[in-house]
């Protein structure tokens, strides 16, 4: 089974920029799903990006940080970045990467198999 690995996380103020890692312990397939997301303090997990299924579709970016988020990869690294920007404190979280799937019957973004998870906090 693939593991994945998080980290890049820290404190942070409003404005700054961080970038999280995800790495994988091998490429298969599935490595081209690993999407990202997290859970708020005191809110339900919330999709932040997760990667088209096919190739004539853009990346999907919750509104919450489209325009300010972006994935990207080093494939010969089996990394998977989150590079963030603009940080808010309600971007603070614990952040995960993941599989990332449509759910067919709630059309809802899923993550199937993540990893221990990296800590974002934001200062106001």
């Known amino acids: 089974q693939v593991q994945l690995v998080e980290s890049g996380g820290g404190l942070v103020q409003a404005g700054g920029s961080l970038r999280l890692s995800c790495v994988a312990s091998?490429?298969?397939?599935?490595?081209?799903?690993i999407g990202w997301f997290r859970h708020n303090p005191g809110k339900y997990r919330e999709a932040v990006s997760c990667p088209s299924s096919s190739s004539d579709s853009n990346t999907y970016y919750s509104d919450s940080v489209k325009g300010r988020f972006a994935i990207s990869r080093d494939n010969a690294k089996n990394t998977v970045y989150l590079e963030m920007n603009s940080l808010k404190p309600e971007d603070t979280g614990v952040y995960y990467c993941?599989?990332?799937?449509?759910?067919?019957?709630?059309?809802?973004?899923?993550?199937?198999?993540w990893g221990q998870g990296t800590q974002v906090i934001v200062s106001s």
């Open positions: 091998e490429t298969t397939l599935d490595y081209y799903r």
């Open positions: 993941g599989f990332c799937r449509i759910d067919p019957g709630s059309g809802e973004y899923e993550y199937d198999q």
